[in-house]
C-alpha cells in the first residue's frame, strides 16, 4: 500500500510532476505492488492539502505510462511494473520525469527492440555524412513530400532484388518511423482493420489513434487464418508475415496465397505488410514479400524501417502503396514536408547505391546468427534439450522460450527481473485473448546479447527459474 | 487548348504517370492556358486508346498538385501555373513525376520558404554531428517520445531567454517538422478552428485533414480581431501573431490582450501560436510571445520550427503544450516513438547549449537586415519612393510590395515570371474572401537574395511593370 510520508522531491517543477514521480518510485522499488488500489483522489487531495486536480494529473499520467490502470468501481489499480516494457518497439523509457528514479541496473536487456552499437557502420555513415554536408548545400531546402526521388529509386531497387516488392519510385513514401508512416495512411483507408493477437499493442493504438478500429485475431502456428480473418468482418488487416511479432512465426506460402485471395474479393480491402525485420533470416532463402505476390498493383502495402537493420533513433522508415492508392495519397499529402531529414535521406541514399548497406545486412545477419546459434545452444546445454523449447528461431531477432515445467509466465519475468535479465512474457503481447497464450513462454530478444555472454546469461535463467518460490517478490 | 498529338514520353513508368507528365507540360510552357478546360475523360480516354481509369489518376494528380482544379459542370479547368508557388512553406517541387520536366531557370528567387545556404553553420554543425557520432553509441537506441530531455531543457532555457515562453520541459515536443505537430495536436482539441486569412493555406488543409474544421477569420492591419473571432463561433484560433503571414502585420498589444481573454473565456478555447520566424525581428525589441503573456497553463500552444533560423531540410520543431493538455497528450501518444532522428536532436541541442544558436541567428539576422535594407533601398529607387508602398518591412524574411497605379496583381506576376522572378501574389493566400486583398501587391521573400543583387532585381521588376500590356502572356 501507500507509504506515508509520501516524501515529494525538492524540485521546483510543478506539483503534479512531483506527485507522480514519488508515486513512480513507490511501485518501482516495489512498496506499492501489483494490484494495490491508489487512495481515492478526494482522499489523498486532502491528506496532502493538495487540490484534487494536481492529485488527477498525477495518476492520468501514471496510467497513460501504464504504471497503473483504471478499473471500474475500484479506481487506479497498479500494475506490475515489469508491465512497461512489451512495447519496446517504440520507446520503453518514461519521458515525464524531468528527475527520474534511477533505471535498474541490468545484466541483460533482452527487449525485443535492443540494438547492439557494436554492429553500426559508424565509420561509413559519418563519412557519407560529412561528404553530404560539405558538398551539397542544396539539401538544406525542402525536398520532396514523398522523400528524395533517388532514395526512392535506390529503395525500389533494393527492395525488388531483395525482397521481391514490385513498385516504381512514385509509389514510396519515406517518412520519419513505421508509427508516422501508419498515421497518414490510416485515414486514406475505411473500414476495420485485424490485427494480429499476439502483436504489437502500439500498431494497434496508432491506427485506433488514427481512426480506424481493430479488432485481434488468432495467430496460430503457421500464421494468420484467412478463414479467421472473413469471419472478423475485417476489410484491413495487418500482419508481419516474414517472422511474426512476437511469435516467430513465418507464414506459410498456402496462408499467404489465402490472404491474398481475401485481399482481391473485395476493392476496399488491404494487407498491410510490416516486414520489419525481414532481413534477418538466417536458414532459408526469405520468401519473397506478400506485396511482390500480390504485384504492383494488388491490395498490399508495404511498410518497413531501419530501426532493426541499422538502428532506432535514425527515424527512416518506407512503405510502398499500391498505385490504386496514388491518387488519394496525393490529393491529401501532396503538399505535406517530407519529415525525415534530407541530410539522412541522403546519406542512405549513398548507403544503399554503393553497396554499403548489403553489406552491411550480410555482416549483421552472420552475426547475429552466431548469436543465435550460442544462445540456442548455451539454453539447451543449461535447461537440457528436452525440458525447453525454443520457437521462431529462424528469422531475428528474437524467439519464444517456453518451459513446460517451469514456473508461470508471470514469475518467469519476475525472477528474471530479480536475477537482472530483462524481459517479457508472451502474454503481455495478447490484445484480447490472453487465455490462449502458451504458458510458460517468454519472448528473448538477442539483438545485443554478445555470442560469449550467452552461457552466463543462460545459467543465470536456469537458476532464476529453478528457485521453488518466487511469488513473494512484489509483496 | 490540348495540343495534338499528345507525345507521350518513352519511359517504362506506368501510363498514366506518362501522360501527366506530357499534361504538365503542356501547363508549363502555356500550350495549355489558364481557364482552359481539359477534354472530358471518356473523350481523351479514347482518343488515346487508353483507358478512362488512367486519364483520371493523370487528372486528380493534377488536381493535387493545384495544375488544374475540379469545376462543377466544367470537369477539369487549367489554373495559372503560377499558383504551384504560393505554399513554399512545405514543398513546392511536384514530385509525382519521376522524370519532370525541367525547371525554369530563375534568375531571381522570391518565394518565402528561400533559404540561402551560405548562412548555414556548416563547419560548426558538422563538426558536433561528427563528435557526437563517434562518441555517443547510445544515441542509436529510441529516446523519449517528446525528445531528448537534455534537448528540451535547453530549448525551455532558450525559449525562456528569447521569446518569453514559460514552460517546463515537460511541456515540450519535439517533432519531424510543425505540420507533424500539428497532426497531432489537432486530435487533442475538438471544436472550430479559426485561421487567418490571408494565411498558410497548407495548415488549413492539415488542421482539417486531422480532423478540425477551420474557419477563415480576415487580419487587418493590426492583425486578427478578438471581436472577429468570437463572432466566427471558432474556439479555436491558429495565428501567427510575430509576424503575420503574409501580410507581415506584427499583431498590437491590445488585440494580443483581447485575444487571450477570449481564450480565457471557455476552457475548450485555444490559440495555436505559430512563431514561426520571430527570430528575425530587426527595427524593434520583439515582443513576447503570447505564450509568455498567458503563462505556462494558459491556453496557449506555442510552436516553431528551425525552418527558417537554420534550414527547412532539417525536420525539426517543438511545440510548448499547456499544462492542462498534457496528460491528453501523454494519453494518446505517451508510447509513440519520437520522429527526430536523436543525432539532430542532439546536434541541436549542443549547438544551442554552446552558445552557437544565439549567435547564428544574430548574424543570420544582422545578414537579413542588410539585406532588407539594400532590397527596400533598391525598390525605392527604382520606382520611386511615393510610386510603391512597402509593408511588413521590421520582421523578417518577406515583405509586402504594392504598386496602386501598376498592373493588376495576376500581371504583376507573371510579368515578373516572364522577366525570371519567381514570387507570389498576395491574393494567392487568401482562403475565402480574396475580394478583400489589397490590389497589385505581391510578396517578396528576401531570405536568400543578396544584397549586391537588389538593385539588379529592381530594374528588371521595375521594367517587367511598366510594359503597357503584358496579357498576352498565357495566350
Known amino acids: 500500500m501507500l507509504q506515508f510520508p509520501l516524501l515529494l522531491d525538492q524540485s521546483d517543477g510543478p506539483l503534479y510532476q512531483r506527485l507522480y514521480r514519488a508515486l513512480v518510485q513507490q511501485i518501482r522499488c516495489g512498496t506499492l505492488s501489483a494490484g494495490t488500489r491508489l487512495p481515492g483522489k478526494r482522499t489523498l487531495s486532502s491528506e496532502l492539502g493538495i487540490s484534487v486536480n494536481t492529485v488527477d494529473t498525477a495518476y492520468q499520467m501514471l496510467a497513460a505510462e501504464g504504471y497503473v490502470e483504471s478499473r471500474p468501481r475500484s479506481g487506479f489499480v497498479v500494475l506490475p511494473f515489469i508491465q512497461e516494457f512489451p512495447t519496446t518497439r517504440t520507446s520503453s523509457v518514461p519521458d515525464a520525469a524531468p528527475q527520474p528514479a534511477p533505471e535498474k541496473n541490468w545484466k541483460f536487456d533482452l527487449r525485443t527492440g535492443s540494438v547492439d552499437a557494436d554492429l553500426f557502420p559508424f565509420r561509413t555513415w559519418g563519412r557519407i555524412q560529412k561528404e553530404l554536408l560539405y558538398s551539397s548545400p542544396q539539401l538544406l531546402t525542402y525536398g520532396a513530400p514523398q522523400g528524395d526521388e533517388n532514395l526512392r529509386a535506390a529503395l525500389a531497387h533494393y527492395l525488388a532484388a531483395y525482397r521481391g516488392v514490385q513498385c516504381v519510385p512514385d509509389q514510396i513514401v519515406v517518412g520519419a518511423g513505421l508509427e508516422y508512416l501508419l498515421g497518414l495512411l490510416a485515414p486514406l483507408l475505411s473500414g476495420v482493420c485485424a490485427v494480429e493477437d499476439p502483436g504489437y499493442s502500439s500498431t494497434r493504438h496508432i491506427l485506433e489513434n488514427s481512426g480506424l478500429p481493430c479488432c485481434a485475431v488468432p495467430v496460430d502456428k503457421y500464421g494468420l487464418s484467412a478463414q479467421a480473418l472473413e469471419q472478423s468482418g475485417a476489410n484491413l488487416c495487418y500482419i508481419t508475415p516474414s517472422h511474426q511479432f512476437p511469435t516467430g512465426v513465418t507464414m506459410s506460402a498456402p496462408r499467404r496465397a489465402a490472404l491474398l485471395a481475401w485481399a482481391a474479393q473485395k476493392p476496399d480491402r488491404y494487407l498491410l505488410e510490416d516486414d520489419f525485420d525481414a532481413e534477418f533470416r538466417f536458414d532459408q532463402k526469405p520468401l519473397p514479400s506478400l506485396q511482390g505476390m500480390a504485384g504492383a498493383d494488388g491490395a498490399v502495402v508495404y511498410l518497413s524501417t531501419v530501426s532493426r ?58 552475426t547475429c546468427k552466431h548469436r543465435r546459434d550460442a544462445l540456442v545452444s548455451a539454453l539447451q546445454t543449461a535447461f537440457g534439450k528436452n525440458t525447453i523449447q525454443l520457437n521462431g528461431i529462424h528469422t531475428g531477432l528474437h524467439l519464444l522460450l517456453t518451459l513446460p515445467n517451469g514456473p508461470d509466465e508471470k514469475t518467469m519475468v519476475c525472477t528474471a527481473a530479480a536475477a537482472g535479465v530483462r524481459l517479457a512474457g508472451l502474454a503481455s503481447y495478447y490484445h484480447t485473448t490472453p487465455a490462449q497464450c502458451p504458458a510458460h513462454t517468454v519472448v528473448l530478444g538477442y539483438g545485443s546479447l554478445s555470442e560469449s555472454a550467452a552461457p552466463a546469461l543462460a545459467a543465470l535463467l536456469k537458476e532464476a527459474w529453478s528457485q521453488p518460490s518466487v511469488s513473494s517478490l512484489n509483496s
Chains 1, 2 share one sequence.
Not at 538502428?311 to 502503396?321: E, G, K, N, Q, W
Not at 548489403?358 to 552472420?366: D, S
Open 309 to 366: 537493420s541499422l538502428a532506432p533513433s535514425i527515424r527512416l522508415a518506407y512503405m510502398v502503396l499500391p498505385q490504386k492508392l496514388l491518387p488519394r495519397w496525393k490529393s491529401r499529402y501532396g503538399n505535406y514536408a517530407n519529415t525525415v531529414s534530407r541530410f539522412e535521406q541522403q546519406t542512405f541514399c549513398r548507403f544503399i547505391k554503393d553497396g554499403y548497406f548489403t553489406r552491411h545486412l550480410a555482416r549483421t545477419r552472420n
